[in-house]
């Protein structure tokens, strides 16, 4: 049996969706996508320690979806793009089925609405 869509995707792309599948992780991205940051900063607003986001960051850099530096102390890291939109291009490839499913939603609707009985004035 062929299977469809196996080689049309980076090889790199489940850890990408496994990296995004955590929401501490999106908000680390979206934090870096103000700019870089040490572990500090990234750890400010989250209720967690440093070595449990150090450990997010790796997920992160191991998925390629950020760079760290090596700046004196401090480690930055700053945000790697690129990845994402290898996710967001296999993604479109589902495009047209979404789009079918909502016209044939859309459709469904109308006909409910069609087969509502009307309302009269003397009710």
């Given at each position: 049996?062929e299977q469809?869509g196996?080689?049309?995707a980076p090889?790199?792309?489940?850890?990408?969706?496994?990296?995004?599948?955590?929401?501490?992780?999106?908000?680390?991205?979206?934090?870096?996508a103000?700019?870089?940051a040490?572990?500090n900063?990234?750890?400010?607003?989250?209720?967690?320690?440093?070595?449990?986001v150090?450990?997010?960051l790796?997920?992160l850099?191991n998925?390629?979806?950020?760079e760290?530096?090596i700046?004196?102390?401090?480690?930055?890291?700053?945000l790697?793009a690129e990845?994402?939109?290898a996710?967001?291009?296999?993604?479109q490839?589902?495009?047209?089925?979404w789009?079918?499913s909502?016209?044939?939603l859309?459709?469904?609707l109308?006909?409910l609405?069609?087969a509502?009985?009307?309302?009269t004035?003397d009710?």
């Amino acid at each position: 049996m062929e299977q469809i869509g196996y080689g049309l995707a980076p090889q790199n792309l489940d850890a990408i969706f496994a990296a995004l599948a955590d929401p501490t992780r999106r908000a680390i991205l979206s934090r870096l996508a103000s700019g870089e940051a040490s572990v500090n900063e990234i750890a400010a607003p989250f209720e967690m320690s440093q070595p449990a986001v150090s450990k997010h960051l790796k997920v992160l850099e191991n998925a390629g979806l950020i760079e760290r530096d090596i700046d004196r102390q401090r480690r930055p890291a700053r945000l790697k793009a690129e990845p994402m939109a290898a996710a967001v291009d296999w993604l479109q490839t589902f495009e047209k089925f979404w789009l079918s499913s909502f016209d044939q939603l859309d459709g469904l609707l109308t006909e409910l609405k069609r087969a509502e009985p009307k309302e009269t004035d003397d009710e």
